[in-house]
């Protein structure tokens, strides 16, 4: 049954995948015709049965054709207050001639680039970083070098729509080299309202001592159906600090995995879900630490309403060299209606003996003692509301650094929950 | 002002005010005593709209409106304060914004212009030497760590604030020490004026030495028992209140 689904969805795509990179994409697509799509009962994907999902809502499994993005639509589309360089993609195309050029940066399309494909995303751990891998159809690649500190943030816009198919898979390749910073941003616009799937991968490979940000903001449209892997190698010294924010979508998976490879290195996966409607997000997080002297963060808050359902699983390995390890998780929930879901689970598994861990998560309503207290000082049950909720979210926002990707997000946040204050 | 007609309340079902007839009037302090249980917390709760009161029966008409027909930022809006016997601790909520909101929409309720980021500011300046409250407990989260003394302090600050018509104070002066009794009373003191009014729920009698009552009234399983003067409290003080347990009772 397995075997019948995976082709019949996902054949053609398989047969047409550009003539590059072709060892990399046999391998992938090996793994992936072994493993098929996850089953609905498979471990990894419990609670997102994405392959009904696929199998419900497309009909056209091809790779979606570039849709023209002009100058005028990206200016629009750029939130106010970013300043910094914009690199755009179209159904995963890199659009260089719309792009920003960024000095000192090594930038090019994926697909003539020397990228080291599938070296740390690896095709083998996920159905569908190994599909990404056998037809990724465009990307980029990014290599900031040795020492360099680069000063203004770069926007990753991606324009997501039907044309021709519904199927798109970009792959991005980031390597930052040793002493050096950079923040991204990343976000993608729906263009339409059709259903469309994203099958996204994004490799980042981080020097020693460098600084990495790795910013997204998800609020695609309602149809938007996206399975993200998003995979992480730092070195000694080296700091990485994802965060991430999730407002919309039809089914969204991200699967981020971060794997500290040198001592001293920090790593951090913060997240919001902010959910109404049927949205469904699943947010599974891994940290490998494989060294001594390592820390990482994560915090992920949910707000969920309506019919939405959010689900964490936030895996934590502490290989049994990584002495003095401190590692910490916390997955906070909210439920404003008795119709949303939220499955969470945190997952340690610890093989080093003098480490500090802890991990916590939390579901709940919506305090009523701190809405009545609020209430009966004059402010209105809906902003109450929202004052509480965005103070719940806030330790979150606090942590992107960017200040104009911070004050678009709040506003959005905002927005959403009914009051500005 | 106020005129509470034979209130009846209930908690999940349990009758906790079995008629209860009140009227304040301008420029009046009410203090309303009595024994653990006998139902002045819930009294001050069902004021201020708390949900988890039922009212079975009876009416509250507050300056010509039926208050318990408005919800609880309404009844704030229109001048109906409640010092919380227990301040919630709200955490990522800071003080300054909390007040500003607060302040803008009763203000906005009353078709007063919102207060600019300035004009707010010195506002609050004022009002923090009333009840000498520390600037740095403003910039913090609500409430989040104040010790009950600050809490309690909080409260009367943000009544200076708001500037209600009618403040009921539920057990203010619990827990308070006698430097911060002092200094609460007296914030409550400057802000009294020949408009408002001022109720003092408590179980002590101490409180009243700073806040001086012109009428105490005793309440007892849900009802008022015993209404006096301030020298009832002092009865109260020397006499506890088992003698009037025995009356009420013995009457039934």
Redesign the interface.
Known sequence: MSTLVKEDLFENLLESAPANFTEARQTAKDLYLESGLPAPKEEEYKFTGITKKLEKSLSNFNQAKQLSVEETLIKETVFQGFEGDVLVFSNGKFLQEVSSSIEGLEVSDILSSSAEIGSIAKAEKDAFAALNQASFSGGISIKVPKKTKVEKPILLLSFNGVNDGQVITPRFWIEVGDFSEVTFLDQSISMGEEAYFVNKVVEIKGGLNSHINYYRLQNESNQAIEVSNIETDIQSDARFTSVNISLSGDMVRNNLSLNLLGSNSEGNMYGIYLLNGKTHVDNHTNVDHTIPHAESNEMYKGIFDAQSRGVFNGKIFVRQDAQKTNAFQQNNNVLLSDDAIVNTKPQLEIWADDVKCSHGCTVGQL????L??????????V??KG??L???A??VMEKIEEESFKNHVVGLIQDRLGSK? | MLTIKNLHAAVEGTPILRGINLEVKPGEVHAIMGPNGSGKSTLASVLAGREEYEVTEGEVIFKGKDLLDLAPEDRAREGVFLAFQYPVEIPGVSSTNFLRTALNQVREYRGQEPLDAVKFLSLMKEKMKLVEIDQKLLSRSLNEGFSGGEKKRNEIFQMAMLEPTLSILDETDSGLDIDALRIVSNGVNKLKSPDTATIVVTHYQRLLEYIVPDFVHVLYKGQIVKSGTKDLALELEAKGYDWIKEEVDAAV
């Open positions: 305090d009523e003692e701190a009545f207290y609020l209430q009966a000082r004059g402010i209105g049950k902003q109450a004052l509480l965005y103070a719940f806030g330790e204050f």
